[in-house]
C-alpha cells in the first residue's frame, strides 16, 4: 500500500469515528448502537461491533474488502456489514450512516412512507420509505433496505432505526439528521387532538427538487 493510500485510509478513519462520535453526542444512537462507514476506493472503513466510539483511535481502524473479507485492523466489524455493503454495491455511496434515532425509529412502526409534511424529503430524493423488518445483520434485512433506497438517499427500518448515505461522510450525516427532524416535526403536528398536519402534493416536491437543483454556493 503506497504512502498516498496509508493516508488517506487514515484520514477517512478519523471522518467514521468523529461521525460515530457525532451520531452519539447528538442522541440518534445510545451506547453503541448504530455504525458508521465510509468508502476509500475498494476498501470499506466500518465502525466495530460493540466498542464505544470514544475508545476508539487512530490505530483501532477496521476496513473490508467489497466481498466483506478484513483487510485492517484486528477489532470485528460491525454486524451491520451487510447492510454497508449493500450500499456500495448498489449505489456510488461514499459514505453510510446507520442510527437508532427516536423519532425515525417510532415513525417505522407506523407507516410504509414518511407522510410529506416538509419539502426536506426533496433531499432524501423523494417520500422516504420504510423497509420492512428483518433481523439485523442478515441479508434479508438488506435486502428490504436496498428495495426501500430505490431512488432515495435514505429510509427507514421498520423497529429499528434509519439508513442514509452520501457522497461524503458529512452528506450522508446530514441527511440522517434531516430524516430525524422530519419524523419528529410529523409526530408533533399529528399528535395535536383534533387536527391532522397538511401534507405537500407530488407535484409541490416535485418543485422544490428543480429549486434544489441550484442550491448553495456556486462551484
Do not use: K
Not at 465502525?47 to 485492523?73: F, H, I, M
Not at 439508513?163 to 403536528?189: K, N, P, S
Amino acid at each position: 500500500m503506497s504512502r498516498q493510500d496509508r493516508d488517506a485510509i487514515a484520514h477517512a478513519w478519523d471522518g467514521v469515528v468523529a461521525t460515530a462520535r457525532r451520531t452519539a453526542a447528538e442522541g440518534l444512537v445510545v451506547g453503541t448502537s448504530g455504525n458508521v462507514s465510509a468508502r476509500v476506493g475498494g476498501t470499506v472503513l466500518v465502525t466495530p461491533s460493540g466498542v464505544p466510539y470514544d475508545r476508539l483511535g487512530p490505530g483501532d481502524a477496521v476496513g473490508v474488502d467489497l466481498e466483506g473479507r478484513q483487510v485492517l485492523g484486528e477489532l470485528v466489524p460491525t454486524s451491520e456489514l451487510p447492510l454497508h455493503l449493500a450500499v456500495y454495491g448498489s449505489t456510488r455511496a461514499a459514505a453510510v450512516v446507520h442510527t437508532h434515532a427516536v423519532h425515525a425509529t417510532a415513525v417505522s412502526t407506523l407507516v410504509s412512507e414518511v407522510p410529506l409534511v416538509h419539502y426536506a424529503a426533496a433531499m432524501l430524493g423523494g417520500p422516504v420509505r420504510t423497509a420492512p423488518y428483518a433481523r439485523y445483520g442478515t441479508p434479508e434485512l438488506a435486502g428490504h433496505m436496498l428495495a426501500a433506497l430505490r431512488d432515495r438517499t435514505g429510509c427507514l427500518l421498520r423497529n429499528h432505526g434509519t439508513v442514509t448515505y452520501g457522497d461524503t461522510l458529512d452528506e450522508a450525516y446530514d441527511r440522517t439528521a434531516q430524516l430525524e427532524w422530519m419524523c419528529r416535526l410529523w409526530l408533533t403536528a399529528s399528535s395535536v387532538p383534533g387536527h391532522s398536519p397538511s401534507l405537500l402534493s407530488p407535484a409541490q416536491l416535485r418543485d422544490v427538487q428543480d429549486a434544489l437543483e441550484d442550491y448553495g454556493q456556486p462551484g
